[in-house]
């Protein structure tokens, strides 16, 4: 157990549909990932959080968006669905400074249909 | 940009096999490079890891030695079971790019009894 929780472990949707995936990081961590795993893309680095502000940005869609809250904890919104977003959504937390490695939840696996 | 690229599986090995994973990567400056493992139904689990030059990573009988002259990172046990049976990731973080992992495509693993 890594420490890191996501909820719900599996979500099944629509295409349209807006969905919010969530993220508790470890106790005392203050920067929180997202990944999206997809049978074609892989694993791809979507944004990073820390301490309530946006770090950094990967191959994240603009149907996409996160936010990082006040207790550390953060939620990935997904609008308007499309078939191709069924993947599986890692999150991950590290403390503070880039030389410490990141702790990943169990994911959570969207389906769209 | 920076890439890493790992040998495609599926490999498929006996119990106490020698196992390898090639894993080669692309990037600025010095990354530190990373195993992470998925087994079946679960997150991904840093396995080892290592920072700089010549650094070797060992855990659970798996060693990765990080070759900066060959830009290689390659993955190594010497006797395979069962339960290591997984997906394996090579994945590296530089410097340039803040904390963000940049993964491999992940080489599935079969250890037959």
């Known amino acids: 157990d890594s420490g890191v929780t996501q909820t719900p472990k599996h979500l099944i949707t629509a295409t349209g549909q807006r969905v919010t995936l969530r993220c508790s990081p470890r106790?005392?961590?203050?920067?929180v990932y997202w990944y999206q795993q997809s049978l074609d893309q892989g694993l791809q680095f979507l944004i990073q959080y820390y301490n309530g502000e946006e770090r950094a940005k990967g191959n994240i869609l603009e149907r996409f968006s996160a936010q990082q809250f006040p207790d550390l904890h953060s939620e990935l919104n997904l609008s308007s669905l499309e078939l191709g977003d069924s993947a599986l959504y890692f999150c991950?937390?590290?403390?503070?400074?880039?030389?410490?490695?990141?702790?990943f939840g169990p994911g959570t696996r969207l389906t769209v249909t | 940009g920076n890439s890493v690229t790992q040998m495609e599986g599926p490999v498929t090995l006996s119990e106490e096999a020698f196992l390898t994973i090639n894993c080669t990567y692309t990037a600025t400056g010095y990354p530190s490079l990373f195993w992470y493992v998925q087994y079946p139904g679960e997150g991904l689990q840093l396995l080892l890891k290592a920072t700089k030059a010549d650094d070797k990573g060992s855990n659970k009988g798996f060693e990765a030695t990080y070759r900066k002259e060959t830009t290689s990172f390659h993955l190594e046990k010497g006797s395979v079971q069962v339960s290591d049976s997984a997906v394996y990731f090579c994945a590296l973080r530089a410097m340039t790019a803040g904390n963000k992992l940049t993964f491999g495509g992940g080489t599935r693993v079969l250890v037959k009894p």
């Open positions: 991950a937390s590290s403390p503070s400074g880039t030389i410490y490695e990141q702790y």
């Open positions: 106790s005392g961590d203050l920067s």
